[in-house]
Structures are given as structure tokens and as C-alpha cells.
């Protein structure tokens, strides 16, 4: 079965600074996608960023980038230039790309504070 | 387009009774999906469904019926709730599995004293 850990429960940045959260997870797998949601206090998941396994080139969307590390199983959300908006629980995600196997299995989440 | 709604927001329920939470999407999406969410731990699946007219258990199934009648809607059904199903439901769906994000509603909180 896969699992996904978040080691770290709480984060805390400046605003305006970099900050990176860590995710890593075990499979057998070789094809997969991987994700990091964003849970505002609204509790709405929304999603911030994917990669696919057989992608080399690490995803980025504007201020969200990842750190995939395929051989260390380690998928590190960076975002860049931290605004108050960003504060929120963040899950890191793993969905099989295998037929039948439908479900995403989520890591226990990162609370992630912006301090003024 | 309103994306996935949930339906209600808030319930409160004694032990034993029952209830249903609604969950539509508005996206035509095949796959649809209910997840629960604890304190302390991420989303875990329920039960999903592939298209209509068909469902399958997840995660954590017991305690919990489902209903895909219209491929835009997905029930979730509690026959004799619990305290222990007191939690945060989430709706998800998505285009198809495996390749495509899942995109979720705003959730359900669920009392059950």
C-alpha cells in the first residue's frame, strides 16, 4: 500500500520569503501523479500543483514550484514570495496511475502560517 | 459554473438517525468520489464511482451506502449515524482516473452527538 508523509505539522515564513514544504512517499509503482492541495480555513481543497512520475522536468505554476526526487521518493512544494493568501493547511497527495486503483492517499497536512 | 457543490454545509444528528448529503458537479465528470476528513489526518476515501449507475467501497466504506442514479450526482447515505462519523465530508470528482486532478466542494461538517 502507499503511504505519504509530512513531517512537518507547522510551517511558519515571512511574508514575502521562500519557504519549503517537505513530502515524501513510498510506492512500487512506477507510474503515478502526485499533488499538493491547499485547504484555506473555508476547508475548500483546492489544488496547487501536479506531477506525473514520468516527467523529469519538475512542475511549476507562477509562485509554486516542486522538488521531485524520484529515486528518494520526495516531492517538496516551494513557494516563492509567500503572501498572506497563502496561509492554509497544505496536503501532499499520491494517486496510482494503474487502472482500478482510484483513490488519492493524503499525507497528514502542513499548517503553514505567513507572518506579517 | 459552479463547480462541485455540497449540500448541506452543517448537520448535527443524534445516534441512530439517518441522513443523506448531496453532492453535484456541474462539470461533466465520469468520476465522482466521497472522502472523509479527521483531525490529525488527511482525506480518506469512502466510496467512489466510475460513472452512473455504478459505485465501489474505499477506504473506510463501513457504515456508509452510496447512489450515483444521475451521472451528476453522487449521494452519500448514513442509515444509523454514529458519533464515530463525526467528521468533514468532502465531494471530489474528477474527468476520468489515474490521469486526471480531482477537483473537491467545499465539504460537509457532520455532528453526530
Known amino acids: 500500500a502507499q503511504t505519504v508523509t509530512q513531517s512537518q505539522p507547522e510551517m511558519s515564513v515571512q511574508e514575502a520569503e521562500t519557504v519549503t514544504l517537505s513530502c515524501t512517499y513510498d510506492t512500487s509503482e512506477s507510474d503515478y501523479y502526485l499533488f499538493w492541495y491547499k485547504q484555506p480555513p473555508s476547508r475548500q481543497m483546492i489544488l496547487v500543483i501536479r506531477?506525473?512520475?514520468?516527467?523529469?522536468q519538475n512542475a511549476t505554476e507562477n509562485r509554486f514550484s516542486v522538488n521531485f526526487q524520484k529515486a528518494a521518493k520526495s516531492f517538496s512544494l516551494k513557494i516563492s514570495d509567500s503572501q498572506l493568501g497563502d496561509a492554509a493547511m497544505y496536503f501532499c497527495a499520491y494517486r496510482s496511475g494503474n487502472f482500478g486503483n482510484e483513490k488519492l492517499t493524503f499525507g497528514t497536512g502542513t499548517r503553514l502560517t505567513i507572518i506579517p | 459554473n459552479a463547480g462541485v457543490t455540497q449540500t448541506p454545509k452543517f448537520r448535527v444528528l443524534k445516534t441512530g438517525q439517518s441522513m443523506t448529503l448531496l453532492c453535484a458537479q456541474d462539470?461533466?465528470?465520469?468520476?465522482m468520489y466521497w472522502y472523509r476528513q479527521d483531525p490529525g489526518m488527511g482525506l480518506r476515501l469512502i466510496h467512489y464511482s466510475v460513472g452512473e449507475g455504478t459505485t465501489a467501497k474505499g477506504e473506510v466504506p463501513d457504515g456508509y451506502n452510496v447512489s450515483r442514479l444521475k451521472k451528476q450526482n453522487f449521494l452519500l447515505g448514513l442509515e444509523s449515524a454514529a458519533p464515530s462519523q463525526t467528521s468533514v465530508y468532502f465531494c471530489?470528482?474528477?474527468?476520468?482516473?489515474?490521469?486526471?486532478?480531482?477537483?473537491f466542494g467545499p465539504g460537509t461538517r457532520l455532528l453526530v452527538l
Open positions: 471530489a470528482s474528477s474527468k476520468l482516473a489515474s490521469t486526471e486532478t480531482q477537483y
Open positions: 506531477q506525473e512520475a514520468y516527467k523529469q
Open positions: 462539470m461533466n465528470h465520469e468520476y
